[in-house]
Structure formats: C-alpha cells, structure tokens
C-alpha cells in the first residue's frame, strides 16, 4: 500500500483570490498566495503589477472587496489595520514609513506594544543587527541616511515577537554596499520569522527567497520555488523584463 | 539653530513699533498684545491637533468656545449673585469664582465634544468638503442652541476684583486680567509640551500626528486617540472662552466665529499639527493686531492676513509645519 502523501504543511499566511478597488478602479483581480512558515516568501512583477496593493490589503490599510486573507488559519480581512497586526505581524512599507520628526528611540518605542514586556529584550538583538540604530538612537530619524531608515523601519517591525513580516521593496534607492547590508541582515532574521517580501532587485530576492509568487496585472500568474525561477530565463524575461 | 531662528527674527521685527511711540505704550499695547495671544493659543492648539491627526477641519471648534464662555458666564453669575465672590475684596474667592468658572466650562465642553467627534465628524473622515459644511452646519446648530437659552443679545461677565484694574510697575500701567491670562498661556503650553514628549499617550499622538497610517499598522487604535485629542482640544477652547469673555467683560453668541478665524490663521502660521508653531503663532497675531491697531487701526485685521500670506511665501508648510 502507498503511503499517505503527507498533509501539506499549513501555511502561516494565506491569501485567497483577492480583489481590492482603489476608488473605482479595480487594482487586484484575484491575487492568492501561500507563506509557508519559517520561509521567505517573494513577491515578484513589474511596477504597478499590484504588490503594495496585495501587502496593503493584508494589513488592512485597503479593505478588499471579495476573496479572503487568513493568519494562522483564521480570517482576517474585515479586521481594522490595528487589530491585524496585533496578531503578530510586522509591516515595513514600501517608503520606509519612519517618522522622521521623532528620534530612533522613540519610533522604535512607539513600535513596542504594551502587552509585550518582552520588547525591551529584543533591543539588545536588534542593535547586534543594526549597530548604526544604537549610535543614533537620540538622532532625529529624519537625518538618517537612507539604508539607516530602512533599517529602522525593519527594526520597529521586529521589536514585538511577530511571527509575520511584510517587507516592501526594502532595497529600493540603496546603494549595493547597504543592499548587501540588509541581505545579510534579514539572513539572520529568516531563522526567527516568517517573511513575506516584495522586491524588484533579482539578486536580492533569489539570495533570500525560498518561494515566489508572480503578479502581474493585479493578478497571480506564476508561483513556485526561487531555485526553479532563477533558471527560467523564458519566464523571468516576460514577466519581469530580466 | 533652525529651530531657534523664526523665534529670534520674531522677536526682533516686534522690537520695531519702539520707533513709533513712546515706550509705555509699547508696554501696554505688548501686554495686551501677549494676552490676545495666549487666548487665541488656547483655541489653536486643540485646532491644530485635530486637525494634524486626522486631517479634519473642524469648524465647531469656534462653537466650543462660546459654550465654555457661557457656561462659564453663568458660574460666574452664579456664585457672584449668591455668595458674591466676584465683587468680595478676597483673593481666595477670586481666584475660586474663577476656576470654578473654567473648570464647569471645560467639563460641559468636554462633553459636547465628544459627542460632535463621535455623531458629526466621525462619519466624514477623509472628507474635507463633508467636514467643513457638517461643522459649519452644526456650528450653527449650536450657536442657535446658546441664543434659546441665554438670549441673543450681549451680556456683561462678572469679572472678579482681583482681576481688575491695573498694577504699577515702574510708572507703567499693566493691566491684571491680561497677566493673568498670559501666565495660564504659558502654563498650558507647558502642560501640552510635557504630555506630548513625557507620555506614552503623547508620543502615539506626535506620530500619528506626523503618519497617521502608520501608526495604525503599529498596533495602535488612532481613532481612541483622536477622541482623546477632540475632548482635549474641545476643553482647551473652552477655556479660551471662559478667559475671553473675562478679557473682553462679556459674552455673546457669535464671540466663538470670530476666534476661529484668527484660530486657523495661527494654526497656518504655525504650521499643522505643531502646538510650538501654533503658540509662536498666535504671539505674531496677538502683537501685531495690537501695535496696529494703536497705530493704523484701519488696517488691524488686514495685518494679519498680510503676516500669513508672507509667512506662507517664505515658508509653505508654515513656522514649523512638518511638511506633511
Ligand atoms: N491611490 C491610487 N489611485 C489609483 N490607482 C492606484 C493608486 N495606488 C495604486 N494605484 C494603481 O494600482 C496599480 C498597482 O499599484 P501598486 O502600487 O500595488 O504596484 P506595485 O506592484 O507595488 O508597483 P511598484 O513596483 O511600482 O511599487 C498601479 O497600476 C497603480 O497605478
Ligand atoms: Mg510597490
């Protein structure tokens, strides 16, 4: 007798069939994807394919109009943005989203939940990653050069004991130096958390992405693992212009 | 440094009436001109909040400020025909008509502004043109409301005797209510400054006052904080009421109109969302007001119009506006 395939591992987030209307205009027309637990996750498709949108509606920031989003196997849409994260999900957007007229200490404290007595320990992990956050944590976050935003805007995501992050084009206008700052950085975070990722960069998202999903034109083309991705050049060449 | 720098050439360009008149009108007209401030600074700084939070245009909030004034007029009246704590000789019972008179008015304020954030501004967020002909409408509604039940004429405010008159400093006459109401000024403003960068509650609301969306997908429920800001911000006004209507020695229905237009003035000045701005704000509108009214009177409301526009030139976002 043949043994029982075994279940499918359930995933941490699941998003099924999407469809979010930007005023009248319908942007996502049936976005689904999986993010198995403990893996990288990457969003891939060309500008305006729609992946700030799907990362928006996740959190809750845009209220999708059919389809269903579940963390943990519970339903989620329909929940305010506040209540969503609060469930253990992290949300770095895309533009970094710093408040630049606070200090580094202080957008990292807006960022620990009161429930969590246990942020304060995280801080100590969060500077051997970030060591820059540490030197500057009575700077204004305004003056911080862009890879430091950045990585504020990843640190305040990971100051509670999330168990998801959202990442949004982290390495966008960053030098490669600092991109490969930020790879080796999140490299270290995998082991920790679950991540979902949107990036354009090629070499940063096949360095750090298990599986991939494909949107274009607000929707889910494609989806696979990484390693099989980085040799379809066919696929890479139509979707993604590589 | 830049912080510094529109305070220092604030404080310079007031130095310049000296030319025009001889030094003890200088004072009074600066005493004045201070007290003009700080009361405006009252209504401001809950107007500014509001509106940085949330993006809501608020015109209620000029309403506010007549109720707390009537509110407050009646207290007064009260306790001045009952036991006659204005007109009695005695600085506890001064001082006590007085609180009680604020503390009546911003507790009903507090009330009715919750109740307008909830009911009225709450279903219109996001909607500027909705927000500004529902808070005119029930600005309306309100003032309405204080015509039915104190009448729609002028009436004069017990001012307690502590309060009147003048003192003698130097040969220079300074008149008391004004200092009074300038030392409350700066105590407000003192007492907003530590919350918003001492408390927890305040450094959620500083954020969301700089990216309310992000503040939101951090865990935190902006609405409660709003609601928190309206009632503050709805106190606040009237208590500029109460200590105009002293100012002034009387109240009437429509006092709270006037405000709120030189209220949104200083707010633009100022800068949205930035309480410091509003404060610095308010200064230039109550100086100016003041020196040109003694020396062109024609041309006293057009000053400040004037101020905003060449502030607005130079700096668009305003004194220390966050550029939002
Ligand atoms: N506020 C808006 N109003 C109207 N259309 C919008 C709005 N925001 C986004 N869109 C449209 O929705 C589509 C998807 O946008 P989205 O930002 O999700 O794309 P993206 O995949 O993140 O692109 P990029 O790589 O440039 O960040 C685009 O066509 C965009 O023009
Ligand atoms: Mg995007």
């Known amino acids: 007798m043949p043994p029982e395939p075994p279940p499918a591992a359930p995933a941490l987030l699941e998003v099924e069939d999407l469809h979010t209307y930007i005023g009248q205009h319908h942007i996502l027309q049936g976005v689904s994807l999986r993010a198995r637990r403990d893996a990288v996750t990457v969003i891939l498709g060309r500008n305006g394919a729609g992946k700030t949108t799907t990362m928006r509606t996740i959190v809750g920031l845009l209220r999708p109009r059919a389809g269903a989003i579940r963390f943990e196997g519970r339903p989620i849409h329909g929940l305010p943005p506040y209540e969503i994260v609060r469930l253990g999900i992290g949300f770095v957007p895309e533009g970094q989203g710093i408040f630049a007229t606070l200090t580094v200490d202080e957008n990292l404290r807006v960022a620990m939940l009161d429930e969590n007595p246990e942020s304060r320990d995280r801080l100590p992990r969060i500077f051997a990653l970030f060591p820059a956050l540490e030197r500057f944590r009575q700077a204004r976050a305004g003056t911080l050069s862009g890879g430091q935003k950045q990585m504020l805007s990843i640190a305040r995501a990971f100051v509670n004991p999330n168990r998801l992050l959202l990442i949004d084009e982290p390495s966008k206008g960053l030098a490669p130096i600092i991109v490969e700052h930020l790879v080796a950085a999140l490299q270290e975070m995998k082991s920790q958390v679950t991540v979902l990722l949107v990036e354009q960069n090629f070499a940063m998202a096949s360095a750090l992405g298990d599986d991939f999903y494909l949107l274009d034109d607000g929707r889910t083309v494609h989806h696979g693992r990484m390693v099989d991705l980085v040799h379809d050049h066919a696929l890479k060449k139509r979707y993604l212009g590589v | ?324």
């Open chain 2, 1 to 324: 440094m830049r912080r510094a720098a529109p305070i220092l050439a604030t404080a310079a360009l007031f130095l310049l009436p000296l030319a025009f008149m001889d030094a003890r009108t200088y004072v009074t007209l600066t005493v004045a001109g201070l007290a003009m401030g700080m009361l405006i600074f009252l209504v401001a700084a809950g107007l500014t909040l509001i509106f940085g939070l949330m993006d809501v245009l608020n015109f209620a909030h000029g309403a506010l400020f007549s109720w707390g004034a009537y509110v407050g007029f009646s207290v007064a009246l009260l306790l001045n025909q009952r036991w006659g704590w204005a007109a009695a000789p005695s600085v506890p019972l001064n001082v006590l008509l007085l609180a009680a008179s604020i503390l009546a008015a911003m507790v009903v304020a507090v009330g009715l502004g919750i109740l307008l954030e909830r009911v009225i501004v709450r279903p219109v967020y996001g909607r500027h043109m909705f927000q500004i002909l529902i808070t005119l409408g029930a600005t309306i509604v309100i003032e309405e409301l204080i015509r039915m039940i104190w009448g729609p004429n002028d009436q004069v405010m017990p001012v307690p005797l502590t309060f009147q008159g003048s003192w003698d400093v130097a040969d220079v006459i300074v008149l008391r209510f004004p200092v009074v109401a300038i030392v409350l000024g700066v105590l407000v403003y003192l007492g907003i400054t530590l919350l918003l960068t001492r408390t927890r509650v305040g450094l959620i609301v500083r954020a969301g006052v700089e990216n309310g969306e992000m503040i939101q997908v951090l865990g935190h429920n902006i609405y409660r904080y709003f609601t928190r800001v309206f009632a503050a911000g709805s106190a606040l006004a009237a208590l500029g009421g109460v200590m105009w209507a002293m100012f002034s020695q009387s109240v009437r229905p429509a006092m709270g109109g006037e405000q709120l237009i030189f209220a949104f003035i200083v707010v633009i000045i100022g800068g949205l969302g930035s309480v410091t701005g509003s404060l610095l704000g308010a200064l230039i509108v109550g100086l100016s007001y003041n020196y040109v009214a003694f020396l062109v009177p024609k041309a006293a409301i057009g000053i400040n119009m004037a101020i905003m526009v060449l502030i607005l030139l130079l700096r668009p976002t305003g004194l220390f506006g966050a550029g939002k």
